[in-house]
């Protein structure tokens, strides 16, 4: 009878903690960027788990018990496929040009896109939603006219253009995918190192501006509204953006 007694309390128990337990799996590229360490530490203030994933992982200051650090390669496939797999949310806050082709196809920001793609499609109902980190150059100032489109590129270095014209690419691929849960996630044109209000406005493909015409956001915020949607999934299969 004691035996029973004890089978059916730790089922129960075991039942608890199942319905209570909301924490995600939660998957970081470029935990060590100044993007991606708000988001990694927004998660973990929230109970999430996380891996920071880092092409240097020595670069990851955080420290903490729900955090994993590894090294990874988003150019490799398997490397992606091992990283994401058994994962609630994937989020990847990358930069970089690779190689010297000056194609917005050699952005990493697009590169990445299609391999975690790629990655996540063949693991099917079992793949974890995709959560990436935009470009405000893709964003409209105007009817049909983009941001990047505004932007003097004679003065503008030529990695810095070719990553905006990379993060435009992506949004354009992105478009076309059905088959993986996506969200392309847009911050404004200035992002801060204030502090973090969680008070923010959200909108769509139009750059969002304050009363002063300004439009910006701290990364701290930033981190806060791409976190909500981690766990809320408003937006899946869409880009919205996110600014004061």
């Keep these: 009878m004691r035996q029973t007694v004890i089978a059916i309390v730790a089922l129960l128990l075991t039942i608890r903690v199942g319905f209570t337990d909301d924490a995600l799996d939660i ?9 991606g360490s708000h988001i990694v530490q927004e998660a973990l203030d929230r109970g999430h788990r996380v ?3 880092s092409r240097k992982p020595e670069q990851v200051e955080t420290r903490h018990a729900n955090l994993s650090i590894v ?3 988003l150019l490799d496939a ?7 797999m058994g994962k609630d949310v994937v989020v990847l806050s990358v930069r970089g040009v690779i190689g010297r082709s000056g194609s917005p ?3 990493l920001q697009f590169m990445a896109a299609e391999n975690l793609v790629d990655a996540l499609s063949l693991q099917r109902d079992h793949a974890p939603r995709l959560i990436h980190v935009g470009g405000s150059g893709s964003l409209e100032v105007e009817p049909g006219v983009l941001y990047a489109a505004k932007l003097p590129t004679i003065l503008l270095p030529k990695k810095l253009e070719i990553e905006i014209l990379g993060q435009i690419l992506a949004l354009e691929f992105y478009h076309k995918v059905d088959d993986v849960k996506w969200t392309y996630i847009t911050p404004p044109k200035n992002l801060t190192n204030g502090p973090r209000t969680g008070v923010f406005r959200v909108g769509g493909d139009r750059a969002l501006e304050d009363e ?4 910006r956001l701290s990364r701290a915020d930033f981190a806060v509204a791409l976190v909500d949607e981690a766990e809320q999934a408003v937006h899946v299969r869409q880009r919205f953006s996110v600014a004061y």
Excluded: F
């Design 27 to 35: 998957v970081v590229y470029g935990a060590s960027g100044e993007v």
């Design 51 to 53: 891996t920071a994933v």
């Design 78 to 84: 398997n490397s992606v496929s091992e990283t994401v």
């Design 212 to 215: 002063r015409g300004k439009t």
């Design 71 to 73: 090294k990874g390669d």
């Design 105 to 107: 196809r050699s952005a």
